[in-house]
């Protein structure tokens, strides 16, 4: 019975005990601040301790909640959910009396910032952002202590921070990645630490960074398409605090690195005074690093450039935005050069420096409050100094596609206008009811700025993150400035909220439906249609249709669901039909006739109206293929367009029953443009071989390098009687091989090896809107995304395989190299012909970069539906036929 007692014992112990490199609450204590001892430790509710093990997503809001309901210093609120429903939530801490007059207190920040109100009228406004990467634990755990030193702490400087700032602390922002980042973590789990960076608990970067789509939400603060962030940019908004923090980690050897960041690599609309303040903000973090003797850097590495990331996003709209990287801990400790890095002593870091942020904002108070009160003022003198009164912009075609800027605009807490009468600018009309009006006199007027302007010239062609991004580019539409003495007589409307319309109910048709292809959701409607197994069709020249509602023009692209040979009922069909109008927005039209005015193109004709067939696509991801590509790809369709999309692991798709599937997306890879294999030898001949067989094969990027080479091979092998021909280096024949390399200075390598590199600019491309892949296009400029340097080959022989081609002078926003740009002029951005019996087609970029290029997201839907619609030409064009 004893032996049996102390055996449970030992065991008991075995499970429970924490590895030395756990931390109890006092290791996170502050010398000389009084905690008081009713307030609940971390450990004591979770059972573990930091450091013990991954702290669960669950735990850390289950005791932070505690800790809220019971202290009166404390409240906490849902603002948005996950895409896997998980809350994202703010807990704001101040003193009670601050609580009680809270919504006064916002008020009068506000109209602080519109100097409206004195500089002490209302506390300091402070943010801070917690967990926004997965992958980075100590981002996220340091809200543990800091949200407990605040509920516990006692004594007069608590005090005081309490009673003269209201403090925002947003936990977390990634829930999604988070769980995936534990999950992986104590899959890989051992009781014997193992501190090897090698060890497959310690990777897990890219996986857990992301969120549900492995979109990287650090990217997501001005483009708003996850609901995480457009979550927290509403509070944010609600707010506009003075001062917001951003925690991060990064590579495990460095040591910990806080702003002001880079001092050339500002975007040229954040005042300097910005960086001067985060540079004094920045001695008080140095203090408390130096008290212990901790290294860490400062002032280089990271810039203050792209709009979009959590620490530069402030900096545009009045605040001070402060970057905090710790070198990640990974698992929970891992060896690095600079010795043990473990996740306990990086989420006291973290804390500490949450610490000396809020403390030196009090102390720099007057200052930033100066600050941000001259920024606005600013703001309003810049309005009435430039000649620009806004911008005016429509999307011919595709209301949704406008109203969906307008939504995003919206967010960013900007006023935008219906215009109540039509406008011509820059040859060409506005009209009213679908176009809108951007006035520059308004709050926000840098954030205005840096949506809409274009920026080719930079003091540093070095960047960490892309250097283009005016979004009206991105989202295709017709847009011009107007001039401030034409703002004032245009004719302005109410103020536009961009909510989704649903198209009238359509009637109930005698002969079929028609819908054009122009709308952003007709690739919904035409899945949902396809799905339930009706009979459609697509036309391939523009036509016009006789209809209950009139004679309707169509575009190449519409879509005819006929009544005749369906196996559904009359009914059944109305009914879908009713709900693509009503929940995608697409107008239906329902047509009476199969007789068209247009001679040649009645519904029936099977030169004009060509058989659709429902797609079952493939997309491959991992195995060298880029989360990133293939996130943003899996989102578009399943998330926006709500098409069941079948994800397989790049090791997996030899395994599949191709006959079950139309088309195989390779999204991307990470071999940098060096046409690196995306498959194997076995598996590139059984995708090319079901592609030969009536299969579509889209490759973007790297992917779509790589497929071009391999397609080149297999038809070079086919002529050498099916033995492939050796590849010569491709500077084989270079005419400078014999020319010496030119000697250059080491303290030069850094700008000259960004010198050609194109980190993500907004390239002018040619769209042949009469080709399947341009059906749905208003006209035939198309802006594109682009952030590879390769360019792909022309195919000969075809001249009708580039349905888009870049511009000659093709460079419209961001950075590229003279030299880029005239490799890139003229050249084929889109490949796209007949393998066989089936289709590739090659995308030099993604088309879907960051969930942000509806302009050119139709590209990929139309790759998707139509590609069985590009034909082979027959003629003999190399000799002039």
Same mark, same amino acid.
């Given at each position: ?51 013990? %093990? ?7 809001? !289950?005791?932070?909640?505690? #800790? ?33 007059? #809270? ?9 602080? /910032? ?9 506390? @300091? ?6 967990? +926004? ?22 004594? !007069? ?30 899959? *890989? ?19 857990? &960074? ?29 707010? %506009? ?91 929970? =400790?891992?060896?690095?050069? &600079? ?45 009435? &100094? ?19 800027? +307008? ?17 011509? $600018? ?14 520059? $006199? ?34 295709? #539409? ?8 034409? $703002? ?80 559904? !009922? ?38 004009? *109206? ?7 696509? +493939? ?13 943003? @790809?899996?989102?578009? /369709? ?87 021909? =050796?590849? %010569? ?24 090896? !960004? ?60 950075? $590229? ?22 289709? @590739?087609? #090659? ?39």
């Amino acid at each position: 019975m004893l032996r049996r007692a102390f055996t449970a014992l030992a065991a008991l112990t075995l499970f429970s005990s924490a590895p030395v490199l756990a931390e109890p609450v006092s290791y996170f204590q502050v010398d000389g601040v009084t905690y008081d001892e009713t307030v609940p430790a971390f450990e004591s509710q979770a059972g573990y301790e930091i450091g013990e %093990k991954p702290v669960r997503y669950s735990d850390m809001i !289950a005791y932070l909640r505690d #800790l809220a309901e019971g202290s009166d210093r404390i409240a906490v609120e849902t603002i948005g959910y996950s895409h896997e429903r998980r809350p994202i939530l703010t807990f704001t801490v101040t003193s009670p009396e601050n609580h009680a007059n #809270l919504e006064t207190i916002r008020t009068t920040h506000l109209e602080r /910032l519109a100097g409206r109100a004195e500089a002490d009228a209302a506390p @300091v406004i402070l943010w801070i952002n917690y967990g +926004v990467h997965g992958a980075e634990t100590s981002s996220m755990d340091a809200a543990i202590p800091l949200l407990f030193h605040y509920a516990a702490g006692q004594g !007069a400087e608590i005090e005081a921070q309490l009673n003269d700032a209201v403090m925002i602390f947003t936990v977390v922002f990634n829930p999604d990645g988070h769980a995936r980042r534990i999950d992986h973590t104590e899959t *890989f789990w051992t009781y014997a630490e193992n501190t090897d960076l090698s060890d497959e608990a310690h990777n897990m970067w890219i996986e857990a &960074r992301t969120n549900h789509y492995w979109f990287d939400l650090n990217r997501q603060w001005l483009l708003l398409t996850q609901p995480e962030s457009r979550a927290w940019i509403k509070e944010w908004h609600k707010w %506009k605090p003075m001062v917001s923090a951003d925690y991060h980690e990064m590579g495990s050897a460095s040591p910990y690195y806080f702003h002001p960041g880079e001092e050339l690599r500002r975007n040229p609309l954040i005042p300097a005074r910005a960086r001067e303040l985060t540079k004094g903000m920045g001695e008080r973090h140095a203090a408390f690093l130096d008290s212990e003797a901790r290294l860490y850097w400062t002032e280089q590495g990271f810039d203050n450039f792209y709009i979009g990331k959590g620490s530069t996003y402030p900096q545009i709209n009045g605040s001070l935005g402060i970057l905090f990287e710790a070198g990640a801990a990974r698992g929970g =400790a891992v060896m690095t050069e &600079r010795g043990l890095v473990e996740t306990a002593d990086n989420v006291r870091t973290q804390f500490r420096t949450a610490l000396t942020t809020i403390q030196g904002s009090l102390d720099l108070r007057s200052e930033i409050t100066a600050y941000q009160r001259d920024f606005f003022a600013e703001n309003a003198r810049q309005a009435n &100094r430039v000649d620009r009164g806004g911008w005016v912009f429509t999307a011919e075609g595709d209301p949704e596609r406008a109203a969906r800027f +307008v939504r995003l605009l919206r967010l960013h807490d900007i006023d935008v206008r219906r215009l109540s009468g039509s406008v011509r $600018a820059e040859d060409r009309v506005y009209p009213a009811g679908s176009s809108y009006f951007v006035p520059t $006199a308004q709050m926000n007027n840098r954030m205005v700025r840096g949506i809409f302007e274009r920026f080719t010239e930079f003091e540093e062609n070095i960047f960490y993150d892309v250097s283009g991004w005016t979004l009206p580019l991105a989202y295709d #539409l017709d847009y011009a400035s107007i001039s401030s003495r034409a $703002a004032r007589s245009l004719p302005i409307g109410d103020l536009a909220d961009g909510e989704f319309q649903s198209a009238p109910l359509p009637d109930r048709a005698s002969y079929g439906y028609v819908f054009d292809w122009s709308h952003s959701f007709a690739p919904r409607a035409l899945n949902r249609i396809l799905s339930a197994d009706l009979m459609a069709r697509a036309t391939m020249d523009e036509t016009t249709v006789r209809t209950t509602s009139g004679v309707v023009e169509l575009g190449r692209g519409a879509v005819f669901v006929p009544l005749a040979r369906q196996d559904a !009922a009359n009914d059944e069909i109305h009914e879908i039909m009713k709900t693509i109008a009503a929940e995608d927005g697409v107008p239906v039209f329902a047509a009476t006739s199969g007789l068209t005015p247009v001679p040649g193109r009645d519904l029936g004709s099977n030169r004009t *109206f060509r058989a659709l067939k429902a797609p079952r696509v +493939v997309l491959a991801y991992d195995g060298g293929l880029s989360r990133y590509d293939v996130g943003e @790809v899996w989102w578009t /369709l399943d998330y926006r367009q709500r098409m069941p999309v079948t994800l397989v692991h790049k090791r997996r798709l030899g395994d599949l029953d191709w006959s079950k599937y139309t088309h195989l997306i390779l999204a991307g890879s990470l071999s940098n443009g060096d046409a690196a294999p995306v498959l194997d030898e076995a598996l590139t001949d059984t995708v090319l071989t079901w592609v030969e067989g009536g299969g579509t094969l889209v490759a973007l990027r790297d992917a779509a390098l790589w497929s071009q080479g391999a397609i080149q091979a297999r038809k070079a092998a086919a002529l050498n009687g099916g033995e492939a021909p =050796a590849i %010569k280096p491709e500077d084989e024949d270079a005419e400078d091989e014999d020319t010496p390399t030119a000697r250059l200075n080491f303290s030069d390598m850094g700008l000259r090896d !960004a010198e050609h590199v194109i980190g993500g600019a907004i390239f002018a491309t040619d769209l042949d809107t009469s080709h399947p892949l341009g059906f749905g296009f208003a006209d035939r400029e198309l802006p594109v995304h682009r952030n590879v340097s390769f360019t792909l080959e022309r195919p000969e022989g075809n001249p009708y395989a580039v349905p888009v081609q870049y511009d000659e002078d093709p460079l419209l926003t961001g950075y $590229a190299s003279d030299r880029r740009q005239s490799e890139i002029a003229g050249t084929p951005s889109v490949v796209a012909e007949r393998m066989g019996g089936g289709t @590739v087609i #090659l995308m030099a970029d993604n088309p879907v970069f960051r969930g942000t290029y509806p302009g050119s997201e139709k590209l990929l839907m139309n790759a998707i539906f139509f590609s069985n619609l590009i034909d082979r030409p027959r003629g003999d064009y190399e000799s002039g036929e």
